[in-house]
């Protein structure tokens, strides 16, 4: 049997995290625009939230504590997790 065009699922947006670890801040960069970032540490806590209208955005780590944050971005496609560990 043939595999249409219409029947490929879309490829996710690629989203770069960088750099990782960070250490006073990190660049969030997609092949698509995104509408918000959330970051949350281990314990599930926001630490920060922040509405983005592009295809990159800048994060400051300066004030939180040294170990892994997952990144929340939301995209059209729903929303897609990364992990940074922070220095």
């Not at 990190?26 to 295809?55: A, C, Q």
């Not at 504590?65 to 929303?79: C, D, K, M, P, S």
């Amino acid at each position: 049997s043939s595999t249409d065009v219409a029947d490929v699922a879309p490829m996710p947006a690629a989203l770069e995290v960088y750099p990782n670890p960070a250490q006073e801040k990190f660049m969030i960069k997609s092949s698509e625009r995104f509408s918000s970032v959330e970051v949350y540490n281990t314990l599930g806590e926001k630490v920060h939230s922040s509405p983005v209208n592009g295809d990159v955005t800048e994060v400051g780590v300066e004030k939180y504590l040294r170990g892994v944050y997952f990144i929340h971005v939301g995209t059209t496609e729903g929303t897609r997790v990364k992990k940074v560990v922070v220095e």
